[in-house]
C-alpha cells in the first residue's frame, strides 16, 4: 500500500498542475515514514535477538550509502535529465517493487500480523532462502 501511493505521490508531482504537485508532497510526506517504521519494524520481527544489532548495522550502512550516493547521482542527473523524466523514473521503480514485494512470498505475507504457533515458521527465511540462493547460509546463527 505505502509503495503505491509514493507511486502516485511521485506522478503527482511530474505533474504541471500546483494543487497537484502540493497533495503529491502531502501524500509522499505521510508514506516516507510510514515505509520506513513499516521497514523497521518487519525487520525487527524477523531478526533473532542475539543477532538484533548486527543486522540493524549492516541495515543503516545499506541505506545511508545508497543515499548518500543518490545525492551526487541525482545532482549530476538534474542537469542533463528533465526532473519530471526522474519522478516517472522513480514512481515505476516504486511500483515495481510493490508488485514484487506483493507477488514475492504471499503465505508468509498474509500470514504475518498472526501469533506463530509452534508448527508455522513467520520468519520469512524461507522466502528470504528462495532469493539468497547460495548465500543464505548467512541466516543462521548461534544461540
Same mark, same amino acid.
Given at each position: =500500500?505505502? /509503495?503505491? #501511493?509514493?507511486? !502516485?505521490? =511521485? /506522478?503527482? /508531482?511530474? !505533474?504541471?498542475?500546483?494543487?497537484?504537485?502540493?497533495?503529491?508532497?502531502?501524500?509522499?510526506?505521510?508514506?516516507?515514514?510510514?515505509?520506513? *517504521?513499516?521497514? *523497521?519494524?518487519?525487520?525487527?520481527?524477523?531478526?533473532?535477538?542475539?543477532? =538484533?544489532?548486527?543486522?540493524?548495522?549492516? !541495515?543503516?550502512?545499506?541505506?545511508?550509502?545508497?543515499? $548518500?550516493?543518490?545525492?551526487?547521482?541525482?545532482?549530476?542527473?538534474?542537469?542533463? *535529465?528533465?526532473?519530471? *523524466?526522474? /519522478?516517472?523514473?522513480? $514512481?515505476?521503480?516504486?511500483?515495481?517493487?510493490?508488485?514484487?514485494?506483493?507477488?514475492? #512470498?504471499?503465505?508468509?505475507?498474509?500470514?504475518?500480523?498472526?501469533?506463530?504457533?509452534?508448527?508455522?515458521?513467520?520468519?520469512?527465511?524461507? #522466502?528470504?532462502? +528462495?532469493? !539468497?540462493? +547460495?548465500?543464505?547460509?548467512?541466516?543462521?546463527?548461534?544461540?
Amino acid at each position: =500500500m505505502g /509503495l503505491a #501511493c509514493l507511486t !502516485l505521490a =511521485m /506522478l503527482a /508531482l511530474a !505533474l504541471p498542475d500546483l494543487v497537484v504537485v502540493l497533495a503529491g508532497m502531502v501524500v509522499a510526506g505521510f508514506v516516507g515514514p510510514w515505509l520506513g *517504521v513499516a521497514g *523497521v519494524t518487519a525487520f525487527q520481527r524477523r531478526t533473532p535477538s542475539a543477532m =538484533m544489532g548486527r543486522v540493524f548495522g549492516v !541495515l543503516r550502512l545499506t541505506l545511508t550509502i545508497p543515499q $548518500a550516493a543518490s545525492i551526487g547521482i541525482g545532482a549530476a542527473l538534474i542537469t542533463v *535529465v528533465n526532473y519530471r *523524466v526522474l /519522478l516517472i523514473v522513480i $514512481a515505476v521503480v516504486a511500483a515495481a517493487s510493490g508488485l514484487f514485494a506483493f507477488s514475492a #512470498c504471499p503465505p508468509a505475507r498474509r500470514r504475518a500480523g498472526r501469533l506463530a504457533d509452534e508448527n508455522q515458521d513467520l520468519s520469512g527465511h524461507n #522466502c528470504i532462502r +528462495k532469493y !539468497l540462493g +547460495k548465500y543464505s547460509s548467512y541466516l543462521e546463527y548461534e544461540h
